[in-house]
C-alpha cells in the first residue's frame, strides 16, 4: 500500500513532444539512420572529406549507439529532432567540409590514462 | 526504311545509271571499280544505319530473345536474398540458413538489421516500408515478402 504510493509519486504524466509510445520514438530514430545512411556516400562525394564510406559509416553507428541506453521518449524525440537538423544541414550542403569533420574530432589527442602519461602530461 | 532510302540515295549519286535501250553498248563500270563502290556505299548504309539509335543516343541494336524465357522462381529469389545476406560484412563467416533469426540468432541489432533491410532494397531495386521492414526479421520472412511484391509464386 506504501510501496505502491511511493511508486506512484515518483512518476507522473507529462506531455509528449513528437511520438506517443516507444514504439513510436523506435520507428523514428529507424528512419533517421536510414536517412543518413542513404545521404553518406553524397556527404563523401561533396564535402570531399579524407574519409572513406565504410568509415563514415562506423561513425554514423557509433554515434547512434552512444545514446542506445535513453528511455525517455521525450528525450529521444529531441534527439532524433536534432539529427533531423543536423542531416538538412548537411543535405542542402549549409554546412563546410570543417563542420562534417567535427564528427570525427581530427584534432583531439587522447586523454593519458596511465600513470606515466600523465605523469609527463603534467597531470598528477 | 529509313535506311533503304539513304542507301538507294547513296548508290545513286555512284553508280551510273545505264543509258537508254536505243544504244546496243550499255557502259558497265570496271569490276574493281565496281567493288570499291559498292564497299564506299556498304559503309556509307551501315553508318547511317538507325536501327540503334534510341532517342539520339546509339546503342547496340535490340536483340530479342530466341529461347525459352527464364521464369523467376522462388529459388532464384532466395538465391539472391542469401547472396545479399552472405555479403553483409558482419555475417560473412557465419553458417545461415533461411531460419536463422538476425537478432536472436546472429547476434545483430536493430540497426544492422535495417541494414541489412537496406542492402535488399538495393538488390532489388523497390522500397520496403518501415513498417513492413520491422517485421521481416528471417531471411525466410524476406523471401516471402519479396515473392509476394514481385507476383512470383509456386
Known amino acids: 500500500m506504501a510501496a505502491r ?97 567535427v564528427y570525427f574530432k581530427p584534432t583531439e589527442e587522447p586523454k593519458p590514462k596511465d600513470f606515466l602519461s600523465k605523469f609527463f602530461s603534467g597531470q598528477e | 526504311m529509313a535506311a533503304v532510302n539513304i542507301v538507294r540515295s547513296a548508290v545513286s549519286g555512284l553508280l551510273r545509271k545505264s543509258t537508254t535501250i536505243k544504244t546496243p553498248v550499255v557502259c558497265r563500270l570496271s569490276t574493281v571499280a565496281l567493288q570499291q563502290k559498292f564497299h564506299t556505299v556498304k559503309t556509307i548504309a551501315n ?39 552472405k555479403a553483409y560484412d558482419k555475417l560473412t563467416s557465419v553458417q545461415l540458413s533461411l531460419e536463422s533469426h538476425f537478432i536472436q540468432d546472429l547476434g545483430l541489432d536493430s540497426l544492422d538489421h535495417v541494414e541489412v533491410i537496406m542492402a535488399m532494397e538495393d538488390e532489388f531495386g523497390f522500397e520496403i516500408p518501415d513498417g513492413d521492414a520491422e517485421r521481416l526479421l528471417r531471411p525466410k520472412d524476406i523471401v516471402q515478402y519479396i515473392c509476394d511484391k514481385e507476383d512470383v509464386f509456386e
Open chain 2, 47 to 85: 553508318l547511317y544505319n538507325n536501327n540503334h539509335i534510341q532517342n539520339g543516343v546509339h546503342r547496340a541494336s535490340r536483340q530479342y530473345a530466341t529461347g525459352p524465357v527464364h521464369k523467376v522462381t522462388q529459388q532464384d529469389i532466395a538465391d539472391r536474398v542469401m547472396k545479399v545476406i
Open chain 1, 5 to 101: 504510493q511511493a511508486i506512484q509519486v515518483g512518476t507522473k504524466t507529462v506531455r509528449p513532444v513528437l511520438s506517443l509510445n516507444e514504439a513510436e520514438a523506435r520507428s523514428r530514430v529507424l528512419s533517421l539512420y536510414k536517412a543518413w545512411y542513404r545521404q553518406i556516400p553524397y556527404i563523401v562525394k561533396d564535402y570531399d572529406i579524407p574519409k572513406s564510406e565504410e568509415q563514415c559509416r562506423a561513425k554514423l553507428k557509433e554515434l547512434f549507439l552512444k545514446n542506445k541506453d535513453v528511455k525517455d521518449v521525450r528525450v529521444i524525440d529531441l534527439l532524433v529532432i536534432k539529427g533531423q537538423m543536423e542531416l538538412r544541414e548537411t543535405v542542402n550542403i549549409w554546412k563546410q567540409k570543417g563542420h562534417v569533420m
